[in-house]
């Protein structure tokens, strides 16, 4: 998650309502891959702009059905137009640009992630940091601690791997599998699991915490204490930037859907 200097508004490499990037917009590429349209783009940017926080323009296209997550994820990843999660933290008005300069300082000295260095600063929270991060991957924020994950999961993914990797699965539908991650940029480990177990591999992050302690639940041994399915409404935290995720959880693991108006929960 290393990351570079936060470009200047107005400078070549950023364009006014749309994605950071290499000098091209990134809803152009969207219309030259024929994934949406221009009177489709026309009207996200044009949202964007109303927005009292920043949304990046692939979720806003993704809240309107107009791309799908998959033809997002693809695109971001081929051209590495993913928002550099310092720039989304200033534009959310979490950190000030002279506070995410100094973290950058303090990166370059110390070698460590961006969002490490943040909160050590005690600039940020984990928890907006997962925001941040849900916001630059559009993936969603789930409380591990609401789920009861199947015992049967763990013969898909052994304990040393899970450990080491940072990484639970949560829930099987069909040829997709659902996984917590710590970190939601690692894209190598995901297409390691997808070749590995032939399934399709959908991920959501969560603490790191909440992720220890759902490895511990799932690969503890003997009896595992039963929950209560009507305890909690929704195992979402923020903002639904995966529906789809959404709404597979909400059948799998038997929880209400958390898709009001707004798509807050």
């Known amino acids: 998650m290393a990351l570079g200097t936060l470009p200047a508004y107005g400078s070549r490499n950023t364009v006014p309502g749309g994605e950071p990037g290499h000098g091209r917009r990134f809803g152009d590429l969207l219309i030259e891959e ?22 990046p323009l692939g979720q806003i296209l993704l809240n309107h059905g107009w791309l799908k997550r998959g033809q997002l994820t693809t695109l971001l990843r081929r051209h590495r137009k993913s928002a550099r999660l310092g720039e989304l933290l200033v534009r959310a008005g979490h950190i000030t640009p002279e506070q ?21 600063l005690g600039y940020v929270t984990e928890e907006t940091i997962r925001e941040a991060l849900c916001a630059q991957m559009h993936v969603n924020f789930f409380d591990l601690d609401c789920v009861q994950v199947d015992p049967a999961l763990a013969n898909l993914v052994n304990e040393k791997y899970a450990i080491k990797r940072r990484v639970v699965p949560l829930f099987r539908t069909g040829q ?70 959404a709404d597979l959880a909400a059948k799998a693991l038997g929880v209400l859907s958390c898709r009001p108006p707004g798509n807050s929960c």
């Open 34 to 55: 024929s994934l949406i349209t221009t009177e489709q783009l026309e009207e996200a940017l044009r949202i964007q702009r109303s927005l009292r926080n920043y949304l």
């Open 100 to 120: 995410l300069q100094t973290a950058l300082a303090e990166q370059k000295e110390l070698r460590q992630p961006l969002g490490n260095v943040l909160r050590a």
């Open 176 to 245: 997709v599998l659902v996984v917590a991650v710590d970190d939601p940029t690692d894209v190598a480990m995901v297409e390691e699991l997808q070749q590995l177990l032939k399934l399709r591999i959908e991920v959501v992050t969560s603490t790191i915490a909440k992720i220890g302690h759902a490895i511990k639940r799932l690969y503890a041994e003997g009896p595992r204490p039963s929950s209560d399915p009507t305890r909690h409404h929704s195992v979402l935290i923020g903002i639904v930037r995966d529906p789809e995720v």
